[in-house]
Structures are given as structure tokens and as C-alpha cells.
């Protein structure tokens, strides 16, 4: 877990039905030393509790701007000034145009007008509301002004639309959190590099409605990608299709089959990448001959035959093309994992692969931690189970120590 000890974070919760993913964000928050404080607005009340907030975060729960009590010493102002960091989550369409016209009619719009802290916004609404040139213009209008911003995320919304307008899973929200802080601490030392990121899933096509894929959800990839970035690294995010939501700075080419992975790599390391990490689930095989038309079943038979191909192995193409000068694998596996990963260590002409036993339902694919086992020719390393945003830390740091005893 990232180390945010001393860091005093004010958590606004503001109304709609993404505020129950809050709790689950002031739980990551205050296991990485946060100090946390919460506001509800009125509407926020509808959807979680001030006992449940009061009971994780370990304080009480602020929602009223004229409370007696609180406001005898001025306390929405010593309120304001605590914080090192305001965290709007979620940020509705309503919160987000009061905001940005300056209105303080309620605490913690008043709290974010009287702050001189940062503000960090994670927008959370209906597709259509996201979409509105009003909420747009208010939205362009606050990132104009310095305030900070994860999300949203695209996807399926409890009202049953699909677009964008979710809001970021409460990892991502830590995740920008903690790069906020390390941007202003950690040193650049990995300015000048240029590192290439694979990550997600990908999927091949069997026809225009079904695919092949996996379960990655592409947390660990971008988790690297946050640190190699805070660390002053430019990085090209390749990504399969994913849920997460890149962070601010990085490059990100998106991409669905092994083969569009691939080309964007290609195209990323014209010139050879200081570091490449193949951290994406690539699907081994792929259709022969992907059909145009949906294929339908037939009616005297309960068996259909697909005809599938290797996919190209990515990270075995650009390590025999020299296309970086680090370059690290992952090794998702379900059983013998040690020894799998040490023979892809071998076999790809890898530096450095990263094995984790996906076969364990609290680590790997679709979860917030993660335990490995980093192996390269001269050693073996096993850090403890950690939120990928930790672990990804962890593995940018020791990627950067064995390039640097190798030099």
C-alpha cells in the first residue's frame, strides 16, 4: 500500500448512486495512513450512511454548513485549511456547476471555495448528463482553473445505459490520490526513459458479437504505468480493453486483438524503449478466420468446431528485435509457476519476468492486490501481497535498480 501516513484527505460524497464505492475508497485511504474526513451533501444521505463513514473513517461525519458547534470556532474555514487534498467522489452534474460558478450554498461547496488546497474531482452521472455541453462547459471550466480530475470511466450504468460517465473504481481514485502526493515528493529519476507498458486483456473476434479474451483487468499495467510516470518517465500505455482509467500524462494507444497490440508496440519502439514490460493477458489464440456475419447455431447438432491460430508472441518479437533495453514479462499462471516463468525467463530472452499465481481468487486478474514473484538470471524476489498500486512501485523500483547494476 502506498505510504500516505500524515496526509489529511477531506472526502466529499455528493449524491448518486456511485457514493457507496466511497466507503471502499476511505478504507484504502486509511489503511495507507490517510487522515480522512468526510462531507455529505444532502443528497448523499440518500444512498450511504453517517454511521457506516463515521465507523471507517474514524471521525465525525460533517454534512451541515451552519452547525452550532462546528461553527463556534469557524469550522468550516479550520475545515478548509486542513486538508492537504479534497476529494470530490463522486462529483455530480449538480456539485460540478455550483463549483464551478463559485456558489457556496452548502458545506462542501463552501469547503472547496475557502480551501487553497487541492481539489481532486471524480465525476460520477448519467451518460447523457456527462455528455451535456452545459456539464461539459462547467467541467473544462474547473480543469482550466488547476482542479484535478480521475474519471469517468465507460461502461454499463445502474440506469442500464452504456457510456461514459461512471465513476472510477475506488483503486484508480487511490491511485491518483497517491500520484498527486509522490509527484510533488518522489525524485525524477526516470526522466529521459521512455518506458512501453502493455496491459488488459485482448480480444480476438470470432465473429461481429463474440470474441476470445480473459478476465485481466488491466489494474497492474496501469499501476506501473502511475509509477513509472511519478517517477518522470515518459510512458506509452498499450492497452486492451479495460474499465481502468489511465492516468494523467501517459500516452495510452488503445488496442483490441494481439495483433493491434503488437503493431502498437511496433510503432511506440521504432526507436528502442529504455524499458518494456509486457504486462498484458494475451490470448494465446486467435479465430483462422474470423466470419463477417454472426454465426448462428445449428439446429441439427449441439457442436460447433472453431479453428484457431497461434496469436504472435508479442514479447518473444520485440526482445529478438532489440526494440527495448530492459525488457520484463509477466508470467500469469495456474499451476508450477515458478518453473513456467523461469522458462519463458529463458526461452523469450527476457531480463526480468514477473510470475503470479492468477489460480487464487484474492490476487490476479479482477482484484486490487497482488502477490508475485519477480526472477531474473541472477536472482529470485518475492515481495508480500500488496495492492497492485503498491506492488506496482515496488516493481518500477527494482526495474530501474537491476538497470542500473547492469550498466
Given at each position: 500500500?502506498?505510504d ?9 460524497i ?173 525524485q ?9 507498458i ?95 456475419q ?33 525488457m ?9 509457476v ?13 531480463d ?56
Open positions: 500500500m502506498s500516505l501516513s500524515q496526509k489529511r484527505i477531506l472526502l466529499g455528493t449524491g448518486g448512486i456511485a457514493a457507496y464505492k466511497s466507503i471502499e475508497l476511505i478504507r484504502l485511504l486509511t489503511k495507507a495512513g490517510a487522515d480522512v474526513q468526510v462531507v455529505l451533501t444532502e443528497g448523499a444521505k440518500a444512498f450511504v450512511t453517517e454511521m457506516t463513514l463515521q465507523a471507517i473513517s474514524g471521525h465525525p461525519v460533517r454534512s451541515t454548513l451552519l452547525d452550532p458547534n462546528a461553527e463556534a470556532g469557524m469550522g468550516h474555514i479550520e475545515l478548509a485549511k486542513w486538508a492537504d487534498l479534497i476529494v470530490i467522489a463522486p462529483a455530480s452534474a449538480d456539485f460540478m456547476a455550483r463549483y464551478s460558478q463559485g456558489m457556496a450554498n452548502d458545506l462542501l461547496s463552501t469547503l472547496c471555495i475557502a480551501t487553497e488546497s487541492p481539489v481532486l474531482l471524480a465525476p460520477a452521472m448519467n451518460q447523457a448528463m456527462w455528455r451535456h455541453p452545459a456539464t461539459q462547459d462547467n467541467y473544462a471550466l474547473l480543469m482550466k482553473r488547476g482542479v484535478l480530475s480521475v474519471g469517468p470511466a465507460d461502461g454499463a450504468q445502474a440506469c442500464g445505459d452504456i457510456g461514459p460517465g461512471r465513476m472510477s473504481e475506488p483503486s484508480d481514485i487511490f491511485n491518483a490520490i497517491s500520484q498527486h502526493f509522490n509527484n510533488t515528493s518522489i525524477q529519476d526516470l526522466a529521459g526513459q521512455h518506458w512501453v502493455t496491459a488488459g486483456p485482448t480480444m480476438e473476434a470470432i465473429d461481429p458479437v463474440r470474441y476470445i479474451s480473459n478476465h485481466s483487468s488491466g489494474k497492474m499495467g496501469y499501476a506501473l504505468a502511475t509509477a513509472a510516470l511519478a517517477r518522470g518517465a515518459k510512458v506509452t500505455l498499450v492497452s486492451g480493453p479495460v474499465q481502468c482509467v489511465p492516468p494523467q500524462g501517459v500516452n495510452l494507444l488503445s488496442v483490441k486483438s494481439a495483433d493491434d497490440m503488437l503493431a502498437a508496440c511496433e510503432q511506440s519502439m521504432a526507436s528502442p524503449a529504455d524499458v518494456f514490460i509486457g504486462a498484458a493477458a494475451v490470448a494465446d489464440f486467435k479465430m483462422k478466420t474470423a466470419t463477417d454472426k454465426m448462428k447455431k445449428q439446429s441439427d447438432t449441439d457442436e460447433m468446431q472453431l479453428v484457431l491460430v497461434k496469436n504472435p508472441d508479442i514479447i518473444a518479437t520485440l526482445s529478438e528485435n532489440k526494440r527495448a533495453k530492459t520484463v514479462g509477466f508470467a500469469a499462471e495456474t499451476q508450477n515458478i518453473e513456467y516463468a523461469q522458462g519463458k525467463l529463458e526461452r523469450k530472452g527476457l526480468i519476468i514477473v510470475a503470479n499465481d492468477v489460480s487464487r481468487s484474492d490476487i490476479g486478474f479482477n482484484q486490487d492486490e497482488n502477490q508475485v514473484t519477480v526472477i531474473t538470471k541472477e536472482q529470485t524476489w518475492s515481495p508480500e501481497k500488496a495492492a497492485k498500486s503498491e506492488l506496482g512501485n515496488q516493481l518500477v523500483e527494482f526495474i530501474y535498480k537491476h538497470t542500473q547494476s547492469i550498466r
